[in-house]
């Protein structure tokens, strides 16, 4: 592993720093400077421009619309694109590209890929993520919701929980037993679903933070078609842990780009509220700046896999697990170093409760609030620290599994 960049890299982050001098105004000083409508149109339309650059899947193969860069050169993007204060793509585009999209590049068949990928880099369809449900979080393979073919349609009866902008989607991909008789993690499959039909229900959760950006979802016989399901009926959960691997893995050399920004925000905010003298204080800063190197070396050694031509796998969990623990910690220092002001935020908050605060935003109390609750949540949701250590001891480690509980059988009681 070797975290410097030659002449070939060197030359290419010119020509995206070209690009990004070429598109951008000339006082341009990053997404945070914008609120509202104004952002949300700036975001929209920055995403038709990499769309149409070829920079929005810069890593999938140019024949369904991708860059066909390598990683090298994606990382290179996402850290010129940070310089710049700019998104490298839409709020969707977690869910549709980087989730659904490297999935159907993985498993899916010509037909599937020909047509939902070029519909997901269009912007036309919007994809949320059905997995967890009330009874399987953790043990996600104790999923309830049935599937049943009928003819050439599966009917799906159940439901799902915490399904991030459920509300704003319209397909979703959904794991589904399809066979109740088959062991729990051999009888799932990979669907694929239209959310505008009168058998889908979606009711918005209020997070701690006052947003509402998941949901439940309710199935009540919903339909997709037989061959809207990927990798094959039954084998699901395979095809579900190489999504989930691209959710906590691929992003490891891009993720220490944001919280080295985000980091940058929490040292000028040390020292606008007097703080940075204070040895505790910096102190703690020095364990996060080292906490972020670490996570950039992570990253490098991630990077270096891609470009061996390793997919993402049980590995994906030592990233999230770090990035998740971190983020806590970090966050809970601003929320100190802001001290009675966090209980009376004000501000520009976050454009999203998910990402730390946009580049160039000012340091208000709400940024760093709404940031400092959903770390809480960052720890849980695409997978909690304690499944990640389990998946990191026992399928990266080789240790043994964790010994389940014995269950002790009571005699019943005698009525009083």
Known sequence: MNPTYGAEATAYREKVGAFLAEKLPADWGGTGRLQGDELDEFVAWWRSVLYEAGYLAPGWPVAYGGGGLSALEQVIIAEEFARAGVPTGGPNDVFGIQMLGNTLLLWGTEEQKLHHLPRVLAGEDRWCQGYSEPNAGSDLASLALRAELDGDQWI?????????????????????????????????SFLLVDMRQPGIEVRPIRMISGASEFNEVFYTDATCQRGDVVGGVNNGWAVAMSLLGFERGEAAATVPIRFQAELDRLFLLARERGRDTDPLIRQRLAWCYSKVQVMRF?????????????????????????????????????????????????????????????????????????????????????????????????????????????????EPQAPA
């Not at 989607?169 to 399809?178: E, G, K, N, S, V």
């Open 298 to 410: 992570l990253g490098m050694r991630t990077l270096t896999r891609f470009l061996a031509g390793h997919h993402p796998g049980p590995d994906g969990a030592i990233t999230k697990l770090y990035w998740s623990e971190y983020h806590r910690v970090v966050t809970e220092l601003a929320v100190d170093l802001l001290g009675a002001a966090a209980l009376v935020p004000t501000g520009r908050s976050p454009s999203s409760a998910f990402q730390t605060d946009d580049a160039g935003a000012p340091n208000s109390s709400a940024s760093w609030v709404d940031t400092f609750l959903n770390a809480r949540a960052g720890t849980i949701y695409a997978g909690s620290s304690q499944v990640q250590r389990n998946i990191i001891g026992e399928m990266v480690l080789g240790l043994p599994k964790e010994p389940q509980a014995p269950m002790v059988m009571k």
């Open 156 to 188: 799906l009866n159940g439901q799902k929980i915490w399904t991030s902008a459920g509300h704003l989607a319209d397909h979703i991909f959904t794991l589904a037993r399809t066979d109740p008789d088959a062991p729990k993690h051999k009888g799932i």
